[in-house]
């Protein structure tokens, strides 16, 4: 891995695994088998990518490091059937990338300013995703897991859990990188659910309602809601309108937005 050579980028989030066991994790982790389409999000240097390379025999890896695209090459003769995607991740259309070959499941040690835009790009493409194994700054990891009544559930919780089972694996402490980030990280696996188990059929609505209810969270749902319904319509949907917003399950979101969007006009409007 001698010809990489330049020093680790800031504005990309270039925060290099160094700790061997940790890579033995994610790639158990990961556990690829015969057929999957694994793709990783951010290389670098290689740390994940060789691993599994060497386990799976071929890998796509999209990265946007220039710098970083023919040492990966060089790096991988020999080892197995390297694909690089020298691109912003956010410019890649995942279904495109699936085709008829089948969803991916992506990897990554994700550049921690642009991971939440990178969960919700995946998102886009649920029906192109099986599964996602991330490695994120810890505190996300936690808001992600989260449940009802705790401190950190929110509405990065009620949006991903809606779409996917979020499971937090382990956590990764900062020397395990180099440079070492001044966080704690976690990595975390993301399945998104089949679409007739999600029961959303707005999604800007459903959008909506979490971002308001969550807005205010110390306001009840017929205060923090006030713009987009009414009382009697939170309790048409069978919720009571002083809960507040951290108290509610995920499937009461999916229920209050489906009954909203079922409204005539007169009632909520998205
Ligand atoms: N996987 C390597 C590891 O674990 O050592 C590197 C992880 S580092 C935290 C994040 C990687 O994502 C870097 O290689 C960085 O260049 C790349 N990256 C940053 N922004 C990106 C983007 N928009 N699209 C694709 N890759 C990006």
Redesign the pocket.
Do not use: W
């Given at each position: 891995m001698s010809s990489f050579k330049a020093p680790?980028?800031k504005n990309?989030?270039?925060?290099?695994?160094?700790d061997r066991s940790i890579?033995d994790q994610i790639v158990r982790a990961v556990n690829p088998k015969p057929g999957d389409r694994l793709v990783?999000?951010?290389?670098?240097?290689?740390?994940?990518?060789f691993p599994l390379l060497r386990k799976h025999g071929e890998l796509t890896v999209?990265?946007?490091?220039r710098d970083?695209i023919t040492p990966l090459m060089e790096a991988a003769e020999g080892v197995g059937q390297l694909t690089i995607i020298h691109?912003?991740?956010?410019?890649?259309d995942f279904s495109k990338l699936a085709g008829d070959e089948g969803p991916l499941r992506l990897v990554?040690?994700?550049?921690?300013?642009?991971s939440s835009p990178?969960l919700f790009h995946a998102l886009d493409h649920a029906d192109a995703v099986l599964d996602m194994h991330f490695?994120l700054q810890k505190e996300v990891v936690d808001r992600m897991a989260s449940e009802p009544g705790s401190k950190v559930y929110g509405r990065l919780s009620v949006m991903l859990q809606a779409y996917c089972t979020v499971t937090s694996l382990f956590d990764v402490p900062p020397a395990s990188?180099?440079p070492p980030?001044k966080v704690d990280s976690s990595v975390v696996r993301l399945v998104p659910k089949p679409a007739d188990q999600i029961g959303i059929a707005d999604r800007v609505l459903f959008e909506r309602v979490v971002r308001e209810a969550f807005g205010q969270r110390r306001k009840t749902l017929r205060n923090a809601l006030q713009l987009t319904c009414s009382g009697a319509d939170i309790e048409a949907a069978g919720l009571r309108p002083d809960a507040r917003a951290e108290q509610l399950q995920v499937s009461e979101f999916v229920q209050l937005a489906a009954h909203l969007g079922s409204l005539t006009v007169g009632g909520a409007s998205a």
């Amino acid at each position: 891995m001698s010809s990489f050579k330049a020093p680790p980028k800031k504005n990309l989030g270039q925060h290099f695994l160094t700790d061997r066991s940790i890579i033995d994790q994610i790639v158990r982790a990961v556990n690829p088998k015969p057929g999957d389409r694994l793709v990783e999000i951010g290389p670098g240097q290689g740390a994940i990518t060789f691993p599994l390379l060497r386990k799976h025999g071929e890998l796509t890896v999209i990265e946007f490091d220039r710098d970083l695209i023919t040492p990966l090459m060089e790096a991988a003769e020999g080892v197995g059937q390297l694909t690089i995607i020298h691109k912003d991740v956010l410019q890649v259309d995942f279904s495109k990338l699936a085709g008829d070959e089948g969803p991916l499941r992506l990897v990554g040690n994700l550049p921690y300013n642009i991971s939440s835009p990178i969960l919700f790009h995946a998102l886009d493409h649920a029906d192109a995703v099986l599964d996602m194994h991330f490695m994120l700054q810890k505190e996300v990891v936690d808001r992600m897991a989260s449940e009802p009544g705790s401190k950190v559930y929110g509405r990065l919780s009620v949006m991903l859990q809606a779409y996917c089972t979020v499971t937090s694996l382990f956590d990764v402490p900062p020397a395990s990188f180099r440079p070492p980030p001044k966080v704690d990280s976690s990595v975390v696996r993301l399945v998104p659910k089949p679409a007739d188990q999600i029961g959303i059929a707005d999604r800007v609505l459903f959008e909506r309602v979490v971002r308001e209810a969550f807005g205010q969270r110390r306001k009840t749902l017929r205060n923090a809601l006030q713009l987009t319904c009414s009382g009697a319509d939170i309790e048409a949907a069978g919720l009571r309108p002083d809960a507040r917003a951290e108290q509610l399950q995920v499937s009461e979101f999916v229920q209050l937005a489906a009954h909203l969007g079922s409204l005539t006009v007169g009632g909520a409007s998205a």
